[in-house]
Nanobody, 117 residues
């Protein structure tokens, strides 16, 4: 089992920034990948950004150039720096720990991000 605790969400005006954190109970060195997903009301959960064990990053087109995923091994923490936020970025943001390519996957409880216009 892996417990994930997200933090850093909140209310911000359009154009502002937030940094989300995801602290894992297990070393992230052993994760196949870590990812950030989001789910807006009435919509499906979607990938925002991921970082593989080897360091390769992947971003959804709608956040490229605005969001950055990073990790800190010493703290077993993954971050999502979000800049130039837009109202359409409003969602609950979830962290995922992928143990192996075929799973299992562990999820955090989510953190709310609200961007006002």
């Amino acid at each position: 089992q892996v417990q994930l605790v997200e933090s850093g969400g909140g209310l911000v005006q359009a154009g502002g920034s937030l940094r989300l954190s995801c602290a894992a109970s297990r070393t992230i060195l052993s994760a196949n990948a870590m990812g950030w997903y989001r789910q807006a009301p009435g919509k499906e959960r979607e990938l925002v950004a991921s970082i593989a064990n080897g360091g390769r990053t992947n971003y959804a087109d709608f956040v490229k150039g605005r969001f950055t995923i990073s990790r800190e091994y010493a703290k077993n923490t993954v971050y999502l720096q979000m800049n130039s936020l837009k109202p359409e970025d409003t969602a609950v943001y979830y962290c995922k720990y992928q143990v192996a390519y075929r799973g299992p996957d562990y999820w955090g409880q989510g953190t709310q991000v609200t961007v006002s216009s």
